[in-house]
């Protein structure tokens, strides 16, 4: 299976800008990601209880935007695909393909840490943490690219789950709230 985790869909001859602004956030993003992969390695070597990996099918998004000019002027049905493989007790990578906000076809690359877990039960398990990494889709946004830092929790039970993401107002982004089920694939 390949994911683009940088091109859209909808063209053939797209490919990263050529910004020093946008080469510096991915740049950033890329280092970002491999300290956080590496943090992940060291972690996992320190988990006393033995972690298997999980694998998800992640749906798009439904998302409500917050800014007040922006209620009601985006698609809030972001429909799509994505996988989420949890690696480590606290760590996962999500990638995926959505249509967004805007009406355009979308890509993401994500990294995300959990440490906040709690689980009642054996089935039940609460998670909260942020995630990094790389959107595409946008084209009024830094030439269609830019990279994200997000608060993201998690409720999963037994083998469904939802994702909750805060994207905040940053510049020319309007925030949203959204939220993507899942499905325990194995």
């Not at 602004?21 to 033995?50: C, F, M, N, W």
């Not at 972690?51 to 798009?60: A, M, Q, S, V």
């Not at 994500?110 to 906040?116: A, D, K």
């Amino acid at each position: 299976m390949t994911i683009h985790a940088f091109t859209s869909c909808s063209s053939t001859h797209s490919k990263i800008p050529d910004s020093p602004s946008i080469r510096q956030g991915l740049a950033g993003v890329a280092l970002g990601l491999a300290l956080l992969a590496a943090a992940a390695g060291a972690q996992a070597a320190d988990e006393p209880v033995p972690f298997k990996p999980r694998y998800w099918l992640e749906t798009g998004f439904w998302s409500h935007h917050t800014t007040p000019r922006a209620v009601g002027s985006y698609r809030e049905q972001n429909y799509g695909l994505g996988l989420e493989w949890q690696f480590a007790q606290s760590w996962q990578l999500n990638a995926g393909h959505y249509r967004n906000s805007v009406n355009r076809p979308s890509n993401y690359l994500q990294v995300g840490w959990s440490p906040l877990n709690w689980s009642p039960t054996d089935n039940l398990t609460f998670t909260a943490g942020a995630s990094v990494g790389v959107v595409n889709g946008y084209p009024k946004i830094h030439e269609g690219y830019f990279p994200t830092l997000i608060p993201m929790a998690a409720v999963e039970y037994r083998r469904v789950g939802l994702n909750l993401v805060y994207i905040p107002s940053v510049g020319r982004i309007h925030g949203a709230y959204a939220a993507q089920l899942k499905l325990r694939a194995f």
